[in-house]
């Protein structure tokens, strides 16, 4: 999973290369390179400092040649191999002449590596991505050029890859290519691009166009050829950009998470709209899938992966409520690899902020070969997962650039209930007052959601009583469970600390054991059907001695008899609650990690965008 930028027709490319290589950091940062042509020769640079390594690069940048024609960067995070300078990529060949940048995974690169030593070729990595380039290096001293030699070496490795090389050679030309994870390209006057993503090209052009799997780019000056891997030749798709640079920027906050926590409700306010038509009725124009093949269906699946899947867990209440379909969620790496029963009456719908994680765009491809009709909840416009689904339902909460979701997860949850008052429309389960009532609490959840965000001095508050503890239990019941499996992962990935989420109703089973003083547990109390039940699960922690934090309903005094603290939270019905209930534990995870001195833009050993297994 790493971020892949490339140039050529700029006469000095490398201050856009690492302008490029900053945008994609949330694809990966262990280690960052660039390599170009200059003068004849490859130049190159690479750095591998944990968070700062684009940084760190551009400093190594600093008496690089100029003038220059090709140049590709890239910006990673390891699978293959330690985050080391080694390591980093552009990798080149034994003669140094070709430079190669990689994201994916190559499954036979061990048999490739044997078969490439044996012929004489040293490597000086431990990545897979390095006998690329050795091929490359093979069947250009048999004769072919760049192009025929990396349509060769594209026969010869398995596995999923976006590339782009360069070479001595041929200085103006890059060669790209892909398949299952994303490349795009772009083209303005002289100059032409590739990026792993849009977000680098911002700013730049926005003449976008995506490249399909299993096809093959020439990019020369002003110039984009693109080919199948067999050489037919290809009308590349072109994309509609609708984000600017400023938008991925971040607006005078500390941090990216600051400041998309504080787009929440605009996310959530985007989201809904235009979602209603002139006689009340909603309307889903984006959707592709028609209303008489929606009627037919009789189950539905939801599958993703982290946050993602903490919005699925949550739309499962509000669709078998309102639906009445059997709902099933599952976590995408588990579910492409059991036997979902599925036929053709069944949705499936993945969840993905970015659109492009592996294990859920995988899933979604099996649930087609099922025979399951495959609509997509995706951030990304274009997202490969967006362009591949049947249909398509688009969060419009804008580039989210921190690590952990935030705004993406609420606009998700907000998405996911439209897709099922949508269906209950459909299928007859709700009445349009019934559907029109609950448009109108959500239309009330921007403003609810900048009350909450306006309560973070409380939180943090609350946050500087619990530096000492390391051990939490975050527990909910009904659609308090996922709120709480959501503020757990966000507490661990972001403050390094152990939390467990839990339905309250399950401790008994065995966790409990574990509640003793200096434990925190974090109960979402919030008015649901099982509130009641929720601070009788409560109070048997406080009596075993745990420190009690609760996100509770304004004025709830029944709540706050059981807490040492309360986080509260404007009341709004059950099923809409977990977009407000969220917000707290967000800042609770935010400020803890700040207290324990971590950047919450950069959590250790994470990426944005995961696209390997
Ligand atoms: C956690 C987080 C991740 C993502 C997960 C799925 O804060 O952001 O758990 O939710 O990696 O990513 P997408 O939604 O892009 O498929």
Same mark, same amino acid.
């Given at each position: 999973?790493?971020?892949?930028?490339?140039?050529?027709?700029?006469? +000095?490319?490398?201050?856009?290369?690492?302008?490029?290589?900053?945008?994609? *950091?949330?694809?990966?940062?262990?280690?960052?390179?660039? %390599?170009?042509?200059?003068?004849?020769?490859?130049?190159?640079?690479?750095?591998?400092?944990?968070?700062?390594?684009?940084?760190?690069?551009?400093?190594?940048?600093?008496?690089?040649?100029?003038?220059?024609?090709?140049?590709?960067?890239?910006?990673?995070?390891?699978?293959?191999?330690?985050?080391?300078?080694?390591?980093?990529?552009?990798?080149? +060949?034994?003669?140094?002449?070709?430079?190669?940048?990689?994201?994916?995974?190559?499954?036979?690169?061990?048999?490739?590596?044997?078969?490439?030593?044996?012929?004489?070729?040293?490597?000086?990595?431990?990545?897979?991505?390095?006998?690329?380039?050795?091929?490359?290096?093979?069947?250009?001293?048999?004769?072919?050029?760049?192009?025929?030699?990396?349509?060769?070496?594209?026969?010869?490795?398995?596995?999923?890859?976006?590339?782009?090389?360069?070479?001595?050679?041929?200085? +103006?030309?890059?060669?790209?290519?892909?398949?299952?994870?994303?490349?795009?390209?772009?083209?303005?006057?002289?100059?032409?691009?590739?990026?792993?993503?849009?977000?680098?090209?911002?700013?730049?052009?926005?003449?976008?166009?995506?490249? %399909?799997?299993?096809?093959?780019?020439?990019?020369?000056?002003?110039?984009?050829?693109?080919?199948?891997?067999?050489?037919?030749?290809?009308?590349?798709?072109?994309?509609?950009?609708?984000?600017?640079?400023?938008?991925?920027?971040?607006?005078?906050?500390?941090?990216?998470?600051?400041?998309?926590?504080?787009?929440?409700?605009? %996310?959530?306010?985007?989201?809904?709209?235009?979602?209603?038509?002139?006689?009340?009725?909603?309307?889903?124009?984006?959707?592709?899938?028609?209303?008489?093949?929606?009627?037919?269906?009789?189950?539905?699946?939801?599958?993703?992966?982290?946050?993602?899947?903490?919005?699925?867990?949550?739309?499962?209440?509000?669709?078998?409520?309102?639906?009445?379909?059997?709902?099933?969620?599952?976590?995408?790496?588990?579910?492409?690899?059991?036997?979902?029963?599925?036929?053709?009456?069944?949705?499936?719908?993945?969840?993905?902020?970015?659109?492009?994680?592996?294990?859920?765009?995988?899933?979604?491809?099996?649930?087609?070969?099922?025979?399951?009709?495959?609509?997509?909840?995706?951030?990304?416009?274009?997202?490969?997962?967006?362009?591949?689904?049947?249909?398509?339902?688009?969060?419009?909460?804008?580039?989210?650039?921190?690590?952990?979701?935030?705004?993406?997860?609420?606009?998700?949850?907000?998405?996911?209930?439209?897709?099922?008052?949508?269906?209950?429309?459909?299928?007859?389960?709700?009445?349009?007052?019934?559907?029109?009532?609950?448009?109108?609490?959500?239309?009330?959840?921007?403003?609810?959601?900048?009350?909450?965000?306006?309560?973070?001095? *409380?939180?943090?508050?609350? %946050?500087?009583?619990?530096?000492?503890?390391? +051990?939490?239990?975050?527990?909910?019941?009904?659609?308090?469970?996922?709120?709480?499996?959501?503020?757990?992962?966000?507490?661990?990935?972001?403050?390094?600390?152990?939390?467990?989420?839990?339905?309250?109703?399950?401790?008994?089973?065995?966790?409990?054991?574990?509640?003793?003083?200096?434990?925190?547990?974090?109960?979402?109390?919030?008015?649901?059907?099982?509130?009641?039940?929720?601070?009788?699960?409560?109070?048997?922690?406080?009596?075993?001695?745990?420190?009690?934090?609760?996100?509770?309903?304004?004025?709830?005094?029944?709540?706050?008899?059981?807490?040492?603290?309360?986080?509260?939270?404007?009341?709004?019905?059950?099923?809409?609650?977990?977009?407000?209930?969220?917000?707290?534990?967000?800042?609770?995870?935010?400020?803890?990690?700040?207290?324990?001195?971590?950047?919450?833009?950069?959590?250790?050993?994470?990426?944005?965008?995961?696209?390997? *297994?």
């Amino acid at each position: 999973m790493c971020g892949i930028i490339g140039v050529t027709g700029e006469p +000095d490319a490398l201050p856009l290369i690492l302008g490029a290589l900053h945008q994609l *950091e949330y694809r990966g940062y262990d280690s960052a390179g660039v %390599a170009l042509v200059a003068g004849g020769e490859i130049w190159r640079a690479r750095a591998a400092d944990g968070t700062h390594s684009v940084a760190d690069l551009a400093a190594l940048t600093a008496d690089a040649p100029r003038g220059h024609a090709a140049a590709i960067g890239h910006t990673r995070w390891a699978t293959h191999g330690h985050p080391t300078p080694e390591n980093a990529h552009p990798h080149v +060949d034994c003669t140094g002449r070709l430079a190669l940048i990689h994201n994916g995974i190559i499954e036979n690169h061990s048999a490739l590596r044997a078969d490439l030593v044996a012929n004489g070729h040293t490597m000086t990595s431990a990545t897979d991505t390095e006998v690329m380039v050795h091929l490359i290096e093979r069947f250009m001293a048999e004769g072919s050029d760049l192009t025929a030699a990396t349509r060769r070496m594209l026969g010869s490795v398995r596995g999923a890859f976006s590339i782009a090389v360069i070479c001595a050679d041929e200085p +103006d030309t890059i060669v790209a290519a892909r398949r299952s994870t994303p490349l795009v390209l772009g083209l303005r006057d002289g100059t032409a691009f590739l990026a792993s993503d849009i977000p680098a090209l911002i700013g730049h052009t926005r003449e976008v166009y995506a490249l %399909a799997d299993d096809e093959l780019a020439v990019l020369t000056p002003g110039h984009l050829h693109v080919t199948t891997l067999e050489g037919a030749p290809v009308i590349p798709e072109q994309l509609t950009i609708t984000w600017d640079l400023e938008a991925a920027q971040k607006g005078g906050f500390p941090d990216y998470m600051s400041k998309e926590m504080d787009e929440q409700p605009l %996310a959530v306010a985007t989201t809904l709209l235009d979602r209603r038509g002139a006689g009340g009725e909603l309307i889903l124009d984006e959707l592709r899938i028609s209303a008489d093949e929606l009627r037919r269906i009789d189950k539905v699946f939801i599958v993703a992966c982290g946050s993602s899947y903490h919005a699925a867990a949550v739309a499962k209440y509000a669709l078998e409520h309102w639906v009445k379909l059997p709902t099933e969620v599952d976590i995408a790496s588990e579910f492409r690899y059991r036997d979902p029963v599925i036929g053709d009456r069944t949705l499936c719908v993945g969840v993905s902020q970015s659109g492009e994680t592996l294990d859920t765009s995988e899933a979604m491809r099996e649930a087609s070969r099922l025979g399951a009709k495959v609509l997509v909840v995706s951030n990304v416009v274009d997202s490969s997962m967006a362009r591949h689904a049947d249909g398509v339902l688009y969060t419009r909460a804008g580039p989210e650039v921190g690590v952990a979701s935030t705004k993406c997860h609420l606009a998700q949850i907000v998405a996911l209930e439209i897709l099922g008052l949508f269906l209950a429309q459909i299928h007859g389960t709700l009445t349009a007052p019934e559907i029109g009532e609950i448009l109108n609490a959500m239309d009330e959840l921007p403003a609810l959601m900048t009350r909450t965000l306006s309560r973070r001095r *409380e939180v943090d508050e609350v %946050a500087s009583k619990l530096t000492d503890a390391r +051990d939490f239990f975050f527990l909910g019941r009904h659609v308090g469970y996922p709120v709480a499996l959501e503020g757990a992962l966000k507490l661990k990935e972001l403050a390094y600390l152990r939390a467990e989420g839990y339905a309250a109703g399950e401790l008994k089973h065995g966790p409990i054991a574990l509640i003793e003083p200096g434990v925190v547990v974090v109960g979402i109390a919030t008015r649901n059907p099982l509130w009641e039940k929720m601070l009788s699960n409560i109070a048997e922690v406080h009596s075993r001695g745990a420190t009690v934090v609760l996100v509770a309903d304004d004025g709830d005094e029944e709540a706050a008899a059981v807490a040492d603290h309360v986080l509260w939270v404007p009341p709004t019905s059950p099923l809409l609650s977990p977009v407000i209930g969220v917000i707290p534990l967000q800042q609770l995870a935010y400020r803890l990690a700040r207290l324990h001195g971590h950047d919450p833009d950069r959590p250790r050993n994470l990426a944005k965008t995961v696209t390997v *297994e």
